[in-house]
């Protein structure tokens, strides 16, 4: 080889490396971090818990409201209120509380709540259909503020809202747009008057979808900001058993677009980050540490040390990606 050919090659490989860094790119690569521990299993309210919001109340202690049912569901009949439990810490399993919502405001399904903190109000919001708004000051006492957003979809559901860094709210929920199992999302700037935005990811064959059903498979999502973007998490399930405990997690600088994803098909534009070995994950920072959390229906797939009917809690680490 020439002497001009190798300063060609020479500059290629020193430019590699800053084409990558321009290109852009997840920093990090969350991973479970130990292993599951069991954090709470209702009793009166049902016997089991299905997907669920934590929170923290003003004295510190921690909350989970989540799905139940007295009786095993069948594509979640009978889901009619949330359990409820508390604990002073993460690493202690929760005592539990009354039901919420028991046959208010309506006596219809109620699933997936997500809850946040914004001044000295907590906001929780669930679905399914018509996204249910509440509020509390304490963390035990709800009032109902009202119907937030619905659509045409009838299981538009599983809602978490994010605080924007400049202001304003977003809230995220599965829904099913153009035949597409789709996330959707609105924007507030005070929790109380919500547009609708568009969709912020679908997912597509050969994808695990619901579509041409009308359902869809982009459960559960989960958005948390780091220093380098976004990362969002979802259970992308059909209800196959081999998908119940796989939520991949998706990279994007923009909490509005995080692509297409087709497993690596033809249109996929998603930047796909890992697989949370969990189903519908909410991750939550205590202090300096990180968690992670997983339930789900009785009977099906669980992550090695949850045992069936409880939502359980492991360490999350956040590992800058390709180390160790």
């Known amino acids: 080889m020439t002497r001009i050919g190798w300063r060609v090659l020479l500059a290629a490989a020193l430019l590699l490396p800053l084409s990558a860094a321009l290109a852009g790119g997840p920093k990090y690569q969350p991973r479970i971090a130990g292993p599951w521990q069991p954090l709470f299993r209702p009793e009166k309210a049902g016997n089991y818990l299905n997907d669920h919001c934590l929170y ?3 004295k510190g202690d921690w909350h989970l409201v989540g799905i139940t049912a007295l009786h095993s569901p ?3 009949t009978g889901e009619y209120w949330f359990a409820h439990g508390v604990t002073s810490s993460l690493t202690t399993p929760m005592r539990e509380l009354d039901p919420l919502f028991k046959g208010w405001p309506d006596n219809h399904q109620k699933w997936a709540p997500h809850a946040l903190w914004a001044g000295d109000t907590l906001h929780l919001f669930a679905g399914p259909g018509a996204i249910r708004h509440f509020s509390s000051r304490d963390g035990y006492q709800f009032e109902y503020v009202g119907i937030a957003m619905q659509n045409d979809y009838r299981f538009l559901r599983d809602t978490m809202v994010l605080k924007l860094d400049g202001g304003g709210f977003v809230l995220y929920a599965t829904d099913l747009v153009d035949g597409k199992d789709s996330i959707s999302a609105w924007r507030s700037r005070d929790l109380n008057s919500w547009t609708y935005y568009g969709v912020v990811f679908s997912a597509v064959k050969p994808a695990p979808v619901w579509a041409p059903l009308p359902s869809s498979a982009c459960e559960s999502p989960f958005v948390v900001k780091r220093d380098d973007g976004y990362y969002l998490s979802m259970t992308l399930t059909n209800q196959v058993r081999s998908t119940y405990i796989k939520s991949p997690v998706f990279f994007s600088e923009d909490p509005l ?3 297409v994803y087709a497993a690596g098909g033809k249109g996929e534009t998603a930047r796909y980050v890992t697989t949370y070995a969990a189903h519908a994950p ?7 540490k990180w968690w992670i959390t997983t339930a789900g229906w009785p009977g099906f ?3 090695e040390g949850c045992p069936d009917h409880l939502a359980c809690i492991a360490p999350l680490e956040w590992k800058t990606a390709g180390g160790q």
């Not at 909410?282 to 300096?288: A, L, P, T």
Request: a negative charge.
């Open 282 to 288: 909410e991750i939550v920072k205590d202090g300096d």
């Open 56 to 58: 923290q109340d003003p």
């Open 257 to 259: 677009n995080f692509g």
């Open 74 to 76: 069948r594509f979640g």
């Open 301 to 303: 797939p669980r992550p």
